[in-house]
Nanobody
Framework: QVQLVESGGGVVQAGGSLRLSCAAS????????KGWFRQAPGKEREFVAS????????AYADSVRGRFTISRDNAKSTMWLQMNSLKPEDTAVYYC??????????????????WGQGTQVTVSS
């Protein structure tokens, strides 16, 4: 099994930027597709971005496309989410997730079987 730990959350003003990191340990094989999800209070967990095991294919939610960038470095077993032009509606707990997969892109929470503990992102207006 793989363990995931997120970091980089915090409080930022609207228009600002944050960079989230997700470090993997344990069974850190490179053939793991990964993704970022978020959950705001009273709302369901929603898809933010995902990346295949090669790093060559990515997908984004419409609400973040053009503002967020997902990337990974398999040699470092790390994935990042660069978040720019943040809005108050981006406030949520952000989770990284992983599953075995190679070229495929996954976007549903049920597609993933490994999750981090989450990191809080708060965007003030």
């Amino acid at each position: 099994q793989v363990q995931l730990v997120e970091s980089g959350g915090g409080v930022v003003q609207a228009g600002g930027s944050l960079r989230l990191s997700c470090a993997a340990s344990g069974r850190t094989l490179s053939v793991w597709a990964k993704g970022w999800f978020r959950q705001a209070p009273g709302k369901e967990r929603e898809f933010v971005a995902s990346i295949d095991a090669t790093g060559g294919n990515t997908a984004y939610a419409d609400s973040v496309r053009g503002r967020f960038t997902i990337s990974r470095d398999n040699a470092k077993s790390t994935m990042w989410l660069q978040m720019n032009s943040l809005k108050p509606e981006d406030t949520a707990v952000y989770y990284c997730a992983a599953r075995v997969g190679y070229y495929a892109i996954y976007t549903a929470p049920a597609d993933f079987n490994a999750w981090g503990q989450g990191t809080q992102v708060t965007v003030s207006s």
